[in-house]
């Protein structure tokens, strides 16, 4: 099993920046993908970033590229997701997934992809 933890979460005005953190626990597996995807009220979970396992792959929504990075460091079992420039529309509570191994591309996007999910963490942004 893993564990993840997400963390960093808050209220912030329109511009402003924001850093969550997940940190994982437990079994991990070689080749996972971890991803970040978020929630807005009354809507579906929706993908926002993802990165392979050894950081060198990357993957972003259209509504986030350019303003949010994701990362990961391996030794402390830990990705992060940076968030510049945030929107009103940027507000949800986030989640971070894992997979347990490789996935394809184009599955990456997909929720269902994922085996393990934090408990979610609120990020507010102010007009």
């Known amino acids: 099993q893993v564990q993840l933890v997400e963390s960093g979460g808050g209220l912030v005005q329109a511009g402003g920046s924001l850093s969550l953190s997940c940190a994982a626990s437990?079994?991990?597996?070689?080749?996972?993908?971890m991803g970040w995807f978020r929630q807005a009220p009354g809507k579906e979970r929706v993908f926002v970033a993802a990165?392979?396992?050894?950081?060198?792959?990357?993957y972003y929504a259209g509504s986030v590229k350019g303003r949010f990075t994701i990362s990961r460091d391996n030794a402390k079992n830990t990705v992060y997701l940076q968030m510049n420039s945030l929107k009103p529309e940027d507000t949800a509570v986030y989640y971070c997934?894992?997979?347990?191994?490789?996935?394809?591309?184009?599955?990456?996007?997909?929720?269902?992809?994922?085996?393990?999910w934090g408990q979610g963490t609120q990020v507010t942004v102010s007009s």
């Open positions: 990165i392979g396992w050894s950081g060198s792959t990357t």
């Open positions: 437990g079994r991990t597996f070689s080749n996972s993908l």
């Open positions: 997934a894992s997979t347990s191994g490789f996935i394809g591309s184009n599955a990456v996007s997909s929720s269902r992809s994922y085996d393990y």
